[in-house]
């Protein structure tokens, strides 16, 4: 049982649409629950999630999640709150035919990211060429980063952030 007991636990609490942005009593009870017990706890209607589901335009989900007096998805709230409970971030990898998210653990080295990738670029590891992910979005990709002077040169021992955009140089 001890094995068990130590796993971290989230709780999902699924409420009628008016609750969905503040909660309602028997969720405040949980939420309650969680903090003394370090759990995570969030709050979604599974209705709103049925109604998002059918929206295709991401302008129409934007409005009809403000309406509500949401930011995000109950899906995007639960799987932000389950990498957080985990310890986990997730990088980027672009390049002209594919971008990926990789998942590390938080606070990973930048040679240890590079491993999750492929062992040989953590064994020629050279440097990581690193965009925050905001910048990357504002300077529309790679090269109006570079233009813009946002991408810096990392070292191995560079703790990844969370939405980092990196290319690995590596020698084989």
Same mark, same amino acid.
């Given at each position: 049982?001890?094995?068990?007991?130590?796993?971290?636990?989230?709780?999902?609490?699924?409420?009628?649409?008016?609750?969905?942005?503040?909660?309602? +009593?028997?969720?405040?009870?949980? &939420?309650?629950?969680?903090?003394?017990? *370090?759990? +995570?706890?969030?709050?979604?209607?599974?209705?709103?999630?049925?109604?998002?589901?059918?929206?295709?335009?991401?302008?129409?989900?934007?409005?009809?999640?403000?309406?509500?007096?949401?930011?995000?998805?109950?899906?995007?709230?639960?799987?932000?709150?389950?990498?957080?409970?985990?310890?986990?971030?997730?990088?980027?990898?672009?390049?002209?035919?594919?971008?990926?998210?990789?998942?590390?653990? +938080?606070?990973?080295?930048?040679?240890? &990211?590079?491993?999750?990738?492929?062992?040989?670029?953590?064994?020629?590891?050279?440097?990581?060429?690193?965009?925050?992910?905001?910048?990357?979005?504002?300077?529309?990709?790679?090269? *109006?980063?570079?233009?813009?002077?946002?991408?810096?040169?990392?070292?191995?021992?560079?703790?990844?952030?969370?939405?980092?955009?990196?290319?690995?140089?590596?020698?084989?």
């Amino acid at each position: 049982m001890q094995l068990l007991t130590e796993k971290p636990v989230m709780y999902v609490c699924n409420v009628d649409e008016e609750s969905a942005a503040t909660g309602n +009593a028997l969720s405040e009870k949980v &939420a309650a629950k969680a903090e003394a017990e *370090g759990a +995570a706890c969030v709050v979604v209607s599974a209705a709103i999630e049925a109604e998002v589901a059918q929206l295709e335009d991401p302008e129409e989900k934007r409005e009809f999640l403000e309406s509500l007096g949401l930011e995000r998805t109950g899906l995007e709230r639960v799987i932000r709150a389950g990498y957080e409970l985990l310890e986990l971030a997730t990088y980027f990898t672009a390049g002209p035919k594919e971008t990926r998210a990789w998942t590390i653990p +938080a606070n990973c080295k930048a040679v240890d &990211a590079a491993a999750v990738i492929h062992t040989d670029f953590a064994r020629g590891f050279i440097c990581a060429e690193t965009i925050g992910y905001d910048d990357y979005v504002a300077c529309k990709g790679e090269h *109006g980063a570079k233009e813009a002077g946002k991408m810096r040169q990392e070292g191995r021992d560079y703790a990844v952030k969370d939405g980092d955009v990196i290319l690995f140089r590596f020698n084989v």
